[in-house]
Every structure is written in structure tokens, then in C-alpha cells.
């Protein structure tokens, strides 16, 4: 029991656990597939987001630029008025700075010899450093302004442009750019290029003013490939920018066009801090040659993505928490039904050894008659695994005893009375051929301490094989049929059914079987027998099948059609009562007689003599061999003795008839007397395990009879007692 | 019917010849009678001419041997036929008497 609960727990936990593995992969699978598709959409809104910050930043940058260019080149006049008077330059260069905040620095480098009174270089020059502007000139031999690459450039192509980005002399972190532009004197040739510098810081200023995402920032690129200007916010910016740069100067590593083309994605990993992110850079149209360039972390990109994964797994966990919790209860229940059934199968397994004891209780026809001169069948179908019908039959002294009862109620309780009252009516009958008695004692037994008022309709029946009289008696239960001649209800009255008045007295009836006559017994479970429509069965349909069947149909064949009678009836309509069916026939067996002869003799002992002295001649006379009749003198001698001593009272006078009777293998003894009543069948039996000092003086006679033949047989028949005394012999 | 007592070395003998059936009874414990009064001696019942025992046949022989027993003596059966022997294990009587 223990080891099998064990198992029957580990195989349901390895099944939880199995369904909640299984469970647990369908939704990592889910949120797998969900958080792989969710990142491909964040990706790509990523991707044109980061587009179209591009596009709106660089005509920010653009605009920046633009704004610078348009201040000087309303300038440009008034360089171009004072041109004549070298000295105003001075003026002219302090009035830009000062009227324009974000301007560092102004020069105007003039041609080389332009003003020969100046010298060859000559360079007046504003510069605003800590909010002091000074104004000076620039030009000498040390600082040789027609070296520099942006003056010959504007010089020689006659154009404005911006610089590229280059360290403050005096402030290494401050980056500049310089824009260049022409000035022109009278006959339209190049006097000068004036210069304007600017710190980078300005556009940067303007380009992350506003991210995408937290840690993301913008930088801005030369030509050249040099950092102009990047996030000033945070600490570690420049260098931040710096590593950008380098990245996207990196042409060895990988690179890949965004899925519109406008710019160019490039992923990579800090190894500083494992953080991953992603490059977005471009070169718009309106900013060329400069680039522009977007840095996003993947941390902050796939935030909500994390968020939700965070979640998922919490909505998992929770999912997988239910459903253990769900598994753990129905393992729970489903071990109780287990427990359940086992107990079940227990009571079943034992319900069916007492149905096999119940079965086994009843008789069976071969080892129970013993006689030629019946035939039985009987049927019992509980409709439980147990049930509260019962008959029996056995004969006893040439008498067919046979009794039908149906306990109140069913299965097993009603099974354990049928199972007493079953063992009294054996135990009464064994002594005693009066049905009315039989049923008396029953119900004496059965009332006594009737607490739980059970109550059990009964019918005894005692045949008289010998002469075919049929005694009985009636307790509450279903008359039961007489087929003969005529079919009818055999005329029982009702009384009350056992058990129901303690001292209740039951009376006998009686009536003659003639040979072929049969008996049909049987309990409400019969006539009770529901179909699908809670139609009963019925008396009437019953009758009319009695009536109609075959007069000379055999005990079996009967029980058989009725049972069929009732399944077709029935079908598939569930069994509600005990179904128990008796058939008894009377078929005595008709010998011819090779031997009849009577004596009669007076009730005194001394008429012994002539009693054993014509039975010896009888016997001779029949051939029954010396020992045998021997025995067979000492039984009747025996028998005759017990009358002459117990049917007359002293002084009475009376007579014994004893008639021999003899067919090829039997001989019987019809002893007839007309004493008072007396019964030597119901004498208990003498104890002959006694010793000799508990050993009474007498009461061997009837135990020798018995002994001596094979069957005796007593009916008191028209106020007289016949004792039938019958012993097979071999011819 | 004949019962024949005789006394021979403090014993006695009781020889019963014929048939011991109820009508014969009467007589032949009429006849034992005297035996459930001796004092010290032991009764041996010759059964050898006996042909028939009937019930009554042995009450006489239990009523004996429970006064023989009462008054310290024994009761020796001797030479039953097969019978009568069936008819003493049939009741029992076989392991209450003596049997030579």
C-alpha cells in the first residue's frame, strides 16, 4: 500500500514536472519569438529615426553656418569702404567680434604688399579672449599668414569656405574653425580674405542640444575626417567623440548601408564598459563635405525591449507558478481517486468472495436431492454484488424441504441476513418437517433484538416425496405458481413476514402434488423488474407466460425462458432488485412392484417374534442376501419396537400393519399405526461418542433405523402415523 | 432364547444362545438379574451361540456393565459374530465393553 502510494506520487511528480519543462519552453519560445520580432521593429524605427535626425540636424548645422556666413557678408561693404585707409581695418575687425558674441576671433589678411607703407604682411587682427577683446596686427615674418593653405586657397579661387577644425593656440581644448571669405577693392581684384573664428562648441551646442535617447549624442566631422565639435555635457565626451571618430575613420571595420541608403550603420562594443551601440553617420547634400554622425547605446534602444522581457519572464514565472499550483491540486485529487479506487477494488474484491460465498450457500441440484423423485432448478441474479434473496431445498427422510425468502432492502446488509436466516432454516429443518414450525422459529430467531427492523418475506415448502403431499407456509411472501393440469396461484395465505411480530403464529397448508406437477417460485425482483420506462414486469404478463408455456417444460427450461422473458422485458434498463427464480417438479418414479405383502399385529412387544420372523421370510422371498436382511430385520424390529413403546400410552390397545414392498432394487417398509402422533424423524440423534457413565439406557433404536436403511420418511396421513422404512439391495 | 450362567474360578459366565430380539428381552434380563449383585467377581459374556442382538438386547448388556463397574468388576464379551460386532461399532458400543 505504502510503496504503491510512493510510486504513484513519483510518477505524478515526474509528470508535473514534465508538463511545467514543457510549459516553461512553450513560453520561453513565445517570448523568444516575440522579443526577436520586437527587436527587428525597434531596430528599424531606430534606423529611420535615426535618418531623420540626421536630415533635421544637419539643416541645423546648416542653418548655424549660414547664419555666421550671412552676418559677414553684410560686412563685407564696409571692409571693402575702408580698404583705402588700412588704419579703419583695425576698427572694422573689433566691430565684428564685438557685435557678434559667438565670433572668437576677426582678421583681414591682406594681399602681400598690399599697402607697401604696411609692409609686406599685414594683418589686423580682433580676438576676444575671457570677454576682453583686443585688436591687433597679426602679420610678421614669424606668423606668414600667404603660407597658409586657406589664404593661397582663397586667394587663387576667389571663394569663401570653412576651415578646418583646428586647436586653439592658447586653449589646446578649445577647437576652432575659421570661415574665409574674399574682399574685393575698386577694380574688382582680391584685397584680402577676411576670417572669421569661431569655436567649434557652438554648432555642438546646437546639434546635441536634443538626443534620442539619453546617452546618445551627435558629432560633426571635416573633409578631413577631424572631430569639429561633439557633446560638451558629459564628462568623458570628447572622448567619446573621439573614439566615434576614430571608428568611422576605422575603415577596416565593418559597415553597412541603412536599409534607405541615406547613411551608413556601424555597430560596436566599449570594451571599456561591454556596452554595445550603433553608429549612424551620413553626409548630407547641404553640409558637404562635413558628416554628420549619430551614436545610440543598445541599452538604451532596446530599453523598453528589456522592460518587456522583465516582464514576459515575471508573466512566465507567475504562468508556470498557476499551473504547478493547478498540477499540484489535480495530482492531489487524482491521487485521492486513485486511493479512492484501490479502496474500491478492495471492497469489490471482497463484496465478490461474499457473493461467492452468498452463491456458494446456495444448493446445488445434484449433491442436494439425492432423488429421483424431484427435479429443481433455481436462479438467483443479485442486483448488487451481493444480495438479500435466498432459496434453498435439500430432502430430508424422503422429504423435499424448500424455502424462497426475500430480505427487505439489498446489497450488503440484507445479505447478511439472508445469510443467517438462511443457516437457521437449515439448522431448524434438520429436525423438524413442520413448515409452520420451521417458519416460527425463524421468525422467533429473526424478531429477537430486530433492531434494525429488517424484515424478510418467506415461503417454506415440504414435500412429501413418497406420497406427493405438499405442506407450507406462507410469510409475506409472492404466492408462488402450481403448473399442473391447470396453472394457478398456489392458495398460500399472506401472514405476516418474519421478523416483524416476535410470537407470531404461523400456520401450515397443504395440498396433493400429483406426478409432473411443478412448482414455480420466485421473489418480487420478478414481477418488480423495471424497463427503461419504469414499466414493471408484472403478475399479469407473468401469468400469461405461466399459462401459455409448455405443460411439460423441465425445471431448467422454465428458469431459463423466464430469465429470458424478463431480459427482453427489461433490456437495457439497470437491474433494481434480486432476481431469484425456483422451480420444483414432482416426477416420481413409477417401479414395478416384484414383491407386496402386509402383516398386521397387535401393539405388544411379544408380536416382535411373528414381526421378525415375517420379515425374514420376506426377505428370503425377494432374495435379499442373509446379512442384509439380517440388518434390515434388526431395523424394522427397531422401528416397530419404538411405536409399540411411544404411539400407545400404557393400556391402549392398538394395532401395526407393516407392509413390504419390493421392486428390483429397493425394498420398503410401510409401517402403520394408529397411535397418538409421533414422529421418530425429529428424535434427535443419540451420541454414541459417550462414555459409559454419560451413556443413557436406551434411545438406539431410531439412530439404528437410520443407520441401518438407506432413507426414512414419516407423514401422519388421515389421522395415522406412516413411517416409510426404504434399503436399496442387489437383486 | 437361553441365557446359561455358570461360575467357574470366581467368575462368572454367561452364555446367551439364539436371538436377542425386544419380545426375548424381558426374559433374559430377568435372567442376569442376580448377576448386578455379586460382589468381586468378573462376568464373561459368551456371545458365541448369539445369531441377534436387537436394542433392547444391549440395554440389558450397558444396564449390566454400569452395575458391574459401580461395584468394581469387569465384564468380558467374548465371540461375537460379525454382525453383532457391525452393530457394537455402529452404536458406539464397541469402545464401552470389553471385547475378547
Not at chain 1, 13 to 22: N, V, W
Not at chain 2, 62 to 87: F, P, Q, R
Amino acid at each position: 500500500m505504502r510503496n504503491s502510494q510512493n510510486t504513484s506520487k513519483s510518477i505524478g511528480a515526474k509528470a508535473s514536472i514534465g508538463i511545467l519543462i514543457t510549459a516553461a519552453a512553450l513560453m520561453l519560445l513565445i517570448s523568444g519569438i516575440q522579443q526577436y520580432s520586437a527587436r527587428k521593429q525597434i531596430r528599424s524605427d531606430l534606423e529611420r529615426n535615426a535618418e531623420m535626425e540626421l536630415v533635421l540636424k544637419s539643416l541645423g548645422v546648416k542653418h548655424s553656418l549660414e547664419d555666421v556666413e550671412l552676418a559677414l557678408r553684410n560686412r563685407r561693404w564696409e571692409f571693402e569702404q575702408v580698404l583705402p585707409y588700412p588704419d579703419s581695418l583695425f576698427a572694422v575687425t573689433r566691430r565684428v567680434v564685438e557685435q557678434n558674441p559667438n565670433f572668437d576671433g576677426c582678421c583681414i589678411a591682406m594681399v602681400p604688399d598690399y599697402y607697401p607703407e604696411k609692409g609686406r604682411l599685414f594683418e589686423p587682427y580682433t580676438l576676444r579672449r575671457c570677454d576682453v577683446i583686443n585688436t591687433y596686427q597679426l602679420g610678421s615674418d614669424a606668423h606668414d599668414y600667404s603660407k597658409n593653405k586657406y589664404f593661397i586657397n582663397s586667394v587663387e579661387n576667389d571663394t569663401s569656405f570653412w576651415s578646418e577644425p583646428y586647436p586653439d593656440e592658447d586653449n589646446p581644448n578649445v577647437t576652432l574653425i575659421t570661415y574665409t571669405f574674399p574682399v574685393y577693392d575698386a577694380s574688382g581684384c582680391v584685397a584680402g580674405i577676411v576670417g572669421v573664428d569661431l569655436e567649434s562648441e557652438w554648432l555642438g551646442k546646437m546639434l546635441n542640444a536634443r538626443h534620442m535617447f539619453p546617452s546618445s549624442y551627435h558629432i560633426l566631422i571635416s573633409g578631413e575626417g577631424k572631430l569639429i565639435c561633439g557633446p560638451k555635457e558629459k564628462g568623458n565626451s570628447h572622448q567619446l567623440a573621439e573614439e566615434t571618430l576614430n571608428m568611422i575613420n576605422d575603415s577596416s571595420l565593418h559597415r553597412e548601408p541603412s536599409s534607405s541608403g541615406y547613411a551608413m550603420l556601424l555597430s560596436f562594443t566599449d570594451n571599456e564598459d561591454n556596452s554595445e551601440g550603433n553608429v549612424f553617420y551620413s553626409s548630407p547634400e547641404n553640409i558637404k563635405p562635413w558628416r554628420i554622425a549619430v551614436v545610440n547605446y543598445d541599452d538604451e534602444v532596446f530599453e523598453p525591449l528589456i522592460r518587456m522581457r522583465w516582464r514576459n519572464l515575471l508573466l512566465t514565472l507567475t504562468g508556470l507558478l498557476i499551473l504547478a499550483f493547478i498540477i499540484h491540486r489535480s495530482a492531489k485529487s487524482i491521487s485521492n481517486l486513485q486511493r479512492a479506487n484501490m479502496e474500491k477494488e478492495h471492497i469489490e474484491s471482497e463484496l465478490n468472495i461474499a457473493r461467492k460465498i452468498q452463491m456458494d450457500m446456495l444448493p446445488k441440484p445434484e449433491s442436494e436431492t439425492k432423488s429421483d423423485d424431484v427435479d429443481i432448478c433455481g436462479s438467483l441474479v443479485p442486483a448488487k454484488m451481493v444480495g438479500g434473496d435466498l432459496y434453498d431445498y435439500f430432502v430430508r427422510d424422503e422429504k423435499l424441504y424448500f424455502c424462497i425468502g426475500d430480505v427487505s432492502g439489498k446489497g450488503v446488509p440484507a445479505a447478511l441476513v439472508m445469510g443467517v436466516v438462511h443457516t437457521l432454516f437449515r439448522s431448524v429443518s434438520a429436525h423438524e418437517s413442520r413448515p409452520d414450525r420451521i417458519m416460527g422459529t425463524l421468525n422467533e430467531n429473526v424478531s429477537q433484538g430486530n433492531e434494525s427492523n429488517m424484515f424478510i418475506t418467506f415461503f417454506i415448502g415440504v414435500l412429501d416425496l413418497p406420497t406427493g403431499k405438499l405442506r407450507y407456509c406462507n410469510a409475506g411472501h409472492d404466492r408462488p405458481f402450481v403448473i399442473g393440469k391447470e396453472t394457478n396461484v398456489l392458495p398460500a395465505k399472506a401472514n405476516l413476514p418474519l421478523g416483524v411480530v416476535e410470537n407470531m403464529v404461523y400456520v401450515a397448508q397443504e395440498t396433493d402434488l400429483v406426478p409432473g406437477d411443478m412448482l414455480f417460485l420466485f421473489t418480487d425482483g420478478l414481477t418488480e423488474a423495471k424497463n427503461i420506462k419504469h414499466q414493471l414486469f408484472g403478475i399479469q404478463r407473468l401469468t400469461n407466460y405461466l399459462q401459455e408455456c409448455d405443460k411439460k417444460i423441465a425445471p431448467n427450461t422454465l428458469i431459463n425462458k423466464v430469465t429470458e422473458q424478463v431480459d427482453l422485458f427489461v433490456k437495457d434498463a439497470e437491474q433494481s432488485d434480486d432476481l431469484t427464480l425456483l422451480a420444483v417438479q414432482y416426477t416420481p418414479a413409477m417401479k414395478e412392484l416384484i414383491f407386496d405383502e402386509t402383516l398386521t399385529i397387535s401393539n405388544k412387544i411379544s408380536e416382535i417374534t411373528r414381526l421378525n420372523a415375517f420379515v425374514k421370510s420376506s426377505a428370503q422371498t425377494i432374495g435379499i442376501e442373509a446379512t442384509l436382511a439380517n440388518k434390515i430385520k434388526l431395523a424394522v424390529e427397531e422401528a416397530v419396537t419404538n411405536i409399540i413403546d411411544y404411539a400407545y400410552p400404557d393400556g391402549v390397545e392398538g394395532t401395526v400393519t407393516i407392509a413390504i414392498e419390493a421392486d428390483a432394487n429397493a425394498v420398503r417398509f410401510v409401517i402403520t399405526d394408529t397411535g397418538a402422533e409421533f414422529d421418530p424423524t425429529s428424535v434427535t440423534k443419540a451420541d454414541t461418542t459417550l462414555g459409559i457413565d454419560d451413556r443413557p439406557i436406551g434411545g438406539l433404536g431410531i439412530f439404528l433405523v437410520r443407520n441401518l436403511m438407506d432413507s426414512i420418511n414419516y407423514e401422519r396421513i388421515d389421522g395415522k402415523n406412516v413411517l416409510r422404512l426404504e434399503k436399496i439391495y442387489d437383486s | 432364547m437361553n441365557t446359561i450362567i455358570t461360575e467357574t474360578d470366581g467368575k462368572y459366565i454367561v452364555s446367551l444362545e439364539g436371538e436377542l430380539d425386544t419380545a426375548h428381552a424381558i426374559e433374559v434380563e430377568e435372567a442376569m438379574k442376580p448377576l448386578h449383585d455379586v460382589n468381586g467377581k468378573d462376568i464373561t459374556i459368551d456371545c458365541s451361540q448369539l445369531e441377534y442382538i436387537a436394542s433392547s438386547g444391549l440395554r440389558i448388556l450397558l444396564g449390566l456393565l454400569k452395575s458391574a463397574k459401580a461395584n468394581g468388576n469387569k465384564v468380558v464379551l467374548k465371540s461375537l459374530n460379525d454382525e453383532i460386532k457391525d452393530v457394537f461399532k455402529m452404536t458406539g458400543f464397541i469402545d464401552l465393553f470389553n471385547i475378547e
